[in-house]
Every structure is written in structure tokens, then in C-alpha cells.
């Protein structure tokens, strides 16, 4: 067994490192020199496409990270299958910087899409795995945060069938993710018992 919050240590830092790089995409060009307030204007408008992207990621990022602390005893202990579905998630979020930076640069283009739906979905996958295997006393609690792993899921997978018909419209799929939280409360509503 391990103890648990040497892994939410370490899940902390993994995401406030992501979390920081994605920022890091967002630059002026090398040797940018403006000459006018017109042209810094310019060169900033440039920048919004990169934007979206950032703000995204971010967003999944924080969405992910929020699900995972809610309500996790510090103290616990974790079976090694979980510790390593725990760094395959690990893994997946230090790489949204990267498919972030593929979307903002080639958003236009179906294989950036794929890149960062494939990225999601992954996360989507080891999220639905941790669920399984999280510990007796926190299983109902990870269990609430299926709406973000269902939305996870739907996104990419519509962000990619988008890719094939009109690509530069496919990354609006992922603002799905935003209806992840109340799609679990709907969920957990249904599983609640009625009151008597």
C-alpha cells in the first residue's frame, strides 16, 4: 500500500506545472519589434487563436484537479493498481500542454484535433479506471464526478466525427466539458434514493 498524499503531492505539482506551461504557447513571434501601437494591437489580435486553446486546457485541467481533491481523506492508503492508473493520468496531463500547442497552432487542421481529443479521451479512460479502483470510502465520492469523465469522452469523440466535416468548427465540441459538473449532480439525483 502507499500512502495517499505523498500521491496528491505529487498530482498537485504535475498539475500546477501543466497548468503553468500552457501559458508558455502564448508568445509574440522571435524578434518582434513593433513600431506603432498599431502594430503591437496587430500582433496581440494575432495571439487570440492561441487563446482558446489555453483557456480550454485550463479549464479541463482545473475541472480534473477540482474532482480529484473533493473529499479525499489526506491519510489513506492506495492499492499499487491505483498508483499506477494514478501516473497514467499523471502522464496524460503533463502532455495537454503539448496537444494544447498542436490545437492552437493547427487548429484548422483534423490531426491537431485528434491529437488533443486522443489526449482527453485518455484522461477520460484512466479517470473511469481510478473510479474503479479508488478505495472502498472514496468510491461514491469519485463516483460523483462522472459527468466530467462522460463529457471528457463525448467531446473528444464528437470533436473528432467534427474533424472529418467542417475541422476548423470541431474544437467547439469540447466546451461540452462545461456541462460535466451538472450532468453528475443530474446522475447522482437519479441514484439518490426518494425521499420518504
Known amino acids: 500500500m502507499y500512502p495517499r498524499h505523498r500521491l496528491d503531492g505529487l498530482a498537485d505539482a504535475i498539475y500546477g506545472v501543466a497548468m503553468t506551461l500552457l501559458v ?3 508568445r509574440l513571434p522571435e524578434g518582434f519589434a513593433p513600431r506603432t501601437d498599431q502594430d503591437l494591437i496587430n500582433a496581440l489580435s494575432a495571439l487570440a487563436p492561441k487563446f482558446w486553446p489555453y ?3 485550463f479549464a479541463v485541467l482545473g475541472a480534473r484537479w ?4 473533493k473529499d479525499r481523506p489526506a491519510h489513506a492508503e492506495v492499492s499499487r493498481s491505483y498508483v499506477s492508473w494514478w ?5 496524460l496531463i503533463t502532455l495537454i500542454p503539448f496537444s494544447s500547442m498542436i490545437m492552437g497552432n493547427y487548429a484548422s487542421l ?5 491529437v488533443y481529443a486522443g489526449n ?3 484522461l477520460s479512460i484512466a479517470g473511469w479506471r481510478l473510479a474503479v479502483l479508488a478505495p472502498a470510502e472514496e468510491r461514491e465520492k469519485v463516483g460523483e464526478n462522472r459527468g466530467g469523465v462522460i463529457m471528457l469522452l463525448v467531446s473528444a469523440a464528437l470533436a473528432v466525427a467534427l474533424s472529418f466535416q467542417h475541422t476548423p468548427y470541431a474544437s467547439l465540441a469540447f466546451v461540452l466539458n462545461a456541462f460535466g459538473q ?4 443530474v446522475l ?6 426518494a425521499p420518504v
Not at 87 to 91: A, D, I, K, R, S
Not at 188 to 193: G, I, Q, S, V
Open 24 to 26: 508558455l504557447e502564448i
Open 55 to 57: 483557456v480550454l486546457s
Open 66 to 69: 477540482r474532482a480529484i481533491v
Open 87 to 91: 501516473l497514467v493520468h499523471l502522464l
Open 110 to 114: 483534423a490531426p491537431a484535433v485528434w
Open 120 to 122: 482527453l479521451a485518455g
Open 182 to 185: 451538472p450532468l453528475s449532480r
Open 188 to 193: 447522482d439525483r437519479k441514484k439518490a434514493p
